[in-house]
């Protein structure tokens, strides 16, 4: 109905792109649960230190992503029209700029962790493990901003096998020493959750590292990121980096936040409830790390046919997507329904904790499928330039999520039940919503408030 293209010739790209983002979400999920498997066996109260630092430390990731998403954006529209020195230009400037703000990030960062914990409400047990642990981590921001100006260009380019490579070099460097120095083997000390900080600040030098080479030695790129060029951050340019990324960077921070806000709220209950509610959220994660390689497939073709002026085969690149992304959520429900407790322990070796969250398996098993959605047709929007609207239905599930949460857990005294069940309802209006914009578009939105405007009326 909407595209010229063939079906297999889309899937075709959209795997392409997809799988290699796959991947390398994967490593990255692998790196977050080994650390959290290996702290969550040598100290449970380990998994609440983690859980404490996580989303702060990814809400100053979040704000370096603003300038990336706009980047990425911009390079595809401007390939998709052919303009392959203007994509150079938004490459370059990213890579300045986002250098100064990850530089700034660590400084700060460094020296303010045990405040930040202190504002978080992180109880007295873990705090000392918390600030140890973001302060070690925020060692990865001095090199962060040129690890996400390059796959933005990647990205943009639509060649993502390179970051696919990132990702597995990054995961098996933090596996290996993550274990040893958590430990203690091979002579090194025993360092407990400063080892895994340690680990994990080590591993993310490693793939800068990789994408500088890659940068510099590969023949593949579509074009060439200039020393030169980067030295030259023009602002107007940058300027339109921001507007275009700035929702996308503020969703994503706003998220983080309302993440900050529930784990203030769970660490009321005990000690252990942030450690529980980060370890299932992050086997929830699961499947996002999965069908966010699709997602951003579609968001590059998406923005490359707009780009090229064919909204139609945009939108039908973004139903296919849709499809494998349900597919995909399909399989993995199964697997959280059968196996619940197998995949808990994997985790943590005590039985106590696992009975207190292995009900909560069989609600995220339903909450992956509008999550799917939510992240697809997201990308898919962003891919057109909508990134206003996103931030908009953000705005509202933060909202909503934090105060329903307080509710469910002080109120109807339903704790981490209630805080999984506010999640999978947010999660399923916002589905409804954002499916509904890319879709139908803006006219939709607009003829609907018109109709209930007359209805009123009358």
Not at 314 to 340: D, K
Not at 371 to 396: C, E, H, P
Request: proline share 3%.
């Amino acid at each position: 109905m909407f595209s010229s293209e063939k079906p297999e010739n889309i899937s075709r790209k959209l795997f392409l792109i997809g799988v290699p983002i796959i991947v390398q979400y994967l490593m990255q999920y692998v790196q977050l649960q080994v650390d959290i498997a290996l702290l969550g066996h040598y100290n449970p109260l380990m998994l609440s230190a983690v859980g404490n630092v996580v989303f702060p430390y990814f809400i100053h990731i979040s704000f370096i992503m603003t300038i990336s998403m706009g980047a990425t954006i911009i390079i595809a529209h401007s390939l998709g029209a052919g303009d392959i020195q203007r994509a150079a230009r938004y490459s370059e400037v990213s890579f300045f700029y986002n250098t100064v703000i990850s530089i700034i990030f660590f400084l700060y960062l460094y020296n303010f962790s045990p405040d930040i914990l202190r504002l978080l409400g992180t109880p007295a047990e873990v705090h000392s493990y918390a600030s140890d642990y973001m302060s070690i981590l925020s060692y990865s921001f001095l090199l962060i901003g040129i690890e996400y100006s390059i796959t933005a260009t990647l990205q943009g380019m639509g060649i993502t096998r390179y970051i696919m490579y990132a990702g597995i070099i990054r995961t098996t460097i933090n596996v290996v020493i993550a274990w040893t120095l958590i430990y203690g083997y091979f002579g090194f000390p025993e360092m407990g959750v400063k080892g895994a900080a340690v680990a994990t600040t080590i591993s993310n030098y490693s793939a800068v590292i990789y994408f500088v080479l890659v940068l510099l030695l590969s023949k593949k790129l579509t074009f060439r990121t200039s020393l030169k060029g980067i030295f030259k951050p023009e602002w107007k340019i940058q300027k339109e980096n921001i507007v275009v990324g700035l929702p996308s960077g503020l969703e994503s921070m706003l998220w983080s936040f309302g993440q900050i806000a529930i784990i203030s709220i769970v660490n009321h209950l005990d000690a252990y409830s942030s450690g529980l509610y980060i370890l299932v959220s992050r086997i929830q994660a699961f499947t996002f790390f999965i069908y966010i390689g699709i997602a951003r497939a579609t968001m590059i073709l998406v923005g490359q046919k707009m780009g090229a002026g064919k909204p139609e085969e945009a939108i039908h690149i973004g139903m296919v997507s849709l499809r494998y992304g349900f597919f995909l959520c399909i399989v993995i429900s199964l697997l959280f329904i059968i196996f619940p407790s197998n995949i808990l322990s994997i985790f943590t070796s005590e039985e106590s904790l696992i009975n207190r969250v292995v009900h909560l398996m069989y609600i995220i098993a339903v909450t992956i499928f509008p999550v799917s959605v939510n992240v697809i047709s997201g990308n898919a929007i962003r891919g057109m330039k909508d990134t206003k609207w996103m931030l908009y239905t953000q705005i509202f599930g933060t909202i909503f999520t934090v105060i329903t949460c307080y509710l469910m857990i002080f109120v109807f005294h339903l704790n981490l039940l209630g805080v999984f069940l506010t999640i999978l309802f947010d999660e399923t209006f916002r589905a409804c919503l954002n499916f509904l914009r890319f879709y139908k578009g803006k006219e939709f939105f607009f003829k609907f408030v018109k109709f209930k405007k007359a209805s009123g009326s009358g």
